[in-house]
């Protein structure tokens, strides 16, 4: 039995006081720390170097030095507290605490995990802390600072893998975390340099920050399996790297959680084990060379007993501050069930590749930013839902509805002389289509395939602000997103019995009548449709009923009786678009026009 399940001998409290004591003093030098080095054999529980002392299976370190630690420890930790910095070098060590952190700075000047070249290493603990100021297998009072280029792997059983009071970097190595609640977690700022991590939260976010997160480089596999991938409730920068997120709710997050749900229910489930997703620029997600995530089994918690609902986290407020989600480099790829990428203030992406497999639902969006989305360079490629979704600031966009978007789905955008500028395979259903980066241009036609054939051509769009692309207006406490769009505000959306129906193109609006794409509607309606070329005529037979209809005549036929229409069909961007209320009445459905919305709802009597 362990450690911090009873207190420590008054005599080694004693003994280590009078330790420190004694100990000469470095603030003169702040380099002088690191001539104080040892040896710590934790399976022999061995330790040289000045302020080490074991009481039973617990190394205390009362003094600041560079400790080369080695071996295993079961039930028991090594626990710093000094006001020097202490660098552990973690060299081939395996620590197991059920009943508290496995290596614990209490306290530090500052504090060094250095991953030894190849090395394996193993921090893990229990479902119950006895020790409640940590709360993590590695835990830090104050700054820590991570780098190496061994194995490092974490097993965080209570709540988080790794966590600090204060800022923590990662400078290089090879990081496996897996945490029952956030995988890591910062009082601070998180920054990344480098290194490769494989993190799995449970419950929680896959990497925390309180103030700000800052990624440089290096490659990042985040999977939040009930929550947001990488939250910062400051800004968040990412310059580079090479960075893979599924998440249940957000993807990257600022500010606020926005979420009622929690992650506790209600989503569709995620990507499948062992898929990826493409980047759509001519590869895969690239091979880390990280080791395998560590097969934990069902994780305990001792949270809550069998068949109570699990306690609701608690709801995080908004502190008003800078909130901004910059991109300006790096490869990134996110799958989310939330928003993509939701910024409780601004968006701006200066650079990086940007794929986005987005919602299933209607009630989030791929891009999501509060005050705007200002993209001023690099490439986006979105496969999503629509009804939340943002388009970029004055910036043109390729926008492209799909019929029945399904999971494994080939898109590829083409320009007018065939060349590829794209693909994307979908992980998951969708909606539509949205690309961006610098080289569209406003003139010119795109030529949307679908698994390999033509689906549709357009020519981009740009949005002449914030505003959501379908769905009532967003009223979640940060206001109601503005739903306009330059040259999209037109736009009209048909719903049948509360559904939105998708077109190839969009419906238009002629001498007070909506036209759509023939075959989307009548099929939703019901009717065997067929075209004939020689005539150009559009026939939809259901039950008794016969509608014929002739591209650019307005006299239509209901079983051979002659109608007038309003508008005559048309063929638009290679559509044949039908009036949707002449049709859909002649079928029995009930046809109403929303104003507020620009929509079409039918509805079945």
Request: glycine share 12%; with cysteine; net charge negative.
């Amino acid at each position: 039995m362990l450690v911090m399940k009873k207190m420590v001998p008054i005599a080694i409290v004693t003994i280590a006081l009078m330790v420190s004591l004694l100990l000469p003093s470095y603030a003169a030098n702040d380099d002088a720390w690191k001539d104080n080095t040892g040896e710590i054999d934790l399976t022999k529980k061995t330790a040289t170097g000045t302020g080490c002392a074991w009481d039973e299976n617990v190394l205390y370190i009362t003094a600041g030095g560079d400790f080369t630690v080695s071996g295993t420890l079961t039930e028991g930790l090594v626990c710093v507290e000094t006001n020097d910095k202490v660098k552990l070098r973690l060299n081939g060590a395996s620590i197991t605490n059920p009943n508290g952190p496995a290596i614990y700075f209490k306290k530090t000047e500052k504090s060094f995990i250095t991953i030894m070249e190849g090395t394996e290493n193993y921090l893990a603990d229990g479902a119950d802390y006895v020790e409640d100021t940590a709360d993590a297998p590695l835990f830090s009072a104050d700054d820590l600072e991570i780098k190496g280029s061994g194995t490092l792997t974490i097993c965080g059983n209570f709540k988080h893998g790794i966590a600090g009071s204060d800022d923590i970097t990662i400078e290089n190595g090879n990081l496996v975390i897996s945490a029952y609640e956030h995988g890591i977690k910062a009082g601070g700022t998180i920054t990344i340099g480098g290194g490769n991590l494989a993190v799995t939260a449970k419950t929680g976010k896959g990497m925390k920050a309180e103030q700000a997160f800052v990624i440089e480089g290096g490659t990042a596999q985040v999977l939040s399996e009930q929550s947001e991938g990488i939250e910062s409730k400051g800004p968040l920068t990412i310059r580079g790297g090479d960075i893979s997120v599924t998440a249940k709710d957000d993807g990257l997050n600022t500010g606020a959680e926005n979420n009622m749900d929690r992650g506790f229910g209600g989503h569709m489930p995620m990507m499948q084990d062992g898929e990826k997703g493409d980047f759509g620029f001519g590869d895969n997600m690239p091979e880390s060379g990280m080791p395998p995530m560590p097969t934990r089994g069902e994780m305990p918690h001792g949270r809550w007993t069998e068949g109570e609902m699990p306690p609701m986290p608690p709801m995080e407020t908004q502190d008003g501050g800078d909130h901004t989600i910059t991109i300006a480099g790096g490869n990134i790829y996110i799958n989310a069930e939330g928003d993509g990428i939701d910024s409780n203030g601004a968006l701006v992406i200066s650079g990086g590749n940007i794929v986005i497999d987005g919602p299933q639902n209607n009630g989030n969006g791929a891009l999501d930013a509060q005050t705007g989305i200002d993209v001023q360079g690099g490439r986006i490629s979105i496969l999503s839902f629509v009804g939340m979704m943002q388009l970029p600031n004055e910036k043109p966009v390729i926008y492209a509805e799909v019929s029945k978007g399904k999971a494994g789905d080939e898109i590829e955008l083409k320009n007018s002389r065939g060349e590829t500028i794209v693909s994307h395979k979908a992980v998951k259903s969708y909606q539509a289509f949205v690309y961006t980066d610098d080289t569209l241009d406003m003139s010119s036609s795109y030529t949307v395939f679908k698994n390999g054939e033509a689906y549709t051509t357009t020519t981009p769009t740009e949005n002449a602000g914030k505003g959501m692309l379908g769905g009532m207006p967003r009223m979640d406490g940060r206001g109601m997103k503005d739903r306009a769009f330059k040259n999209r505000e037109r736009e009209i959306s048909v719903f049948l019995d509360g559904k939105k129906i998708l077109f190839p193109t969009p419906p238009i609006i002629k001498n007070d009548t909506t036209l759509v794409g023939f075959r989307a509607i009548l099929e939703q309606l019901g009717a065997d449709v067929s075209w004939n070329e020689q005539t150009r005529e559009v026939t939809a037979n259901k039950e008794d009923l016969c509608i014929v209809l002739t591209i650019d005549s307005r006299i239509a036929y209901v079983n051979g009786k002659e109608h007038l229409l309003l508008a005559a069909p048309e063929i638009i961007n290679g559509s044949t678009m039908i009036p949707v209320r002449f049709v859909s009445e002649q079928l029995g459905l009930s046809v109403a026009w929303n104003e507020a919305f620009r929509q079409v709802e039918i509805t079945t009597k």
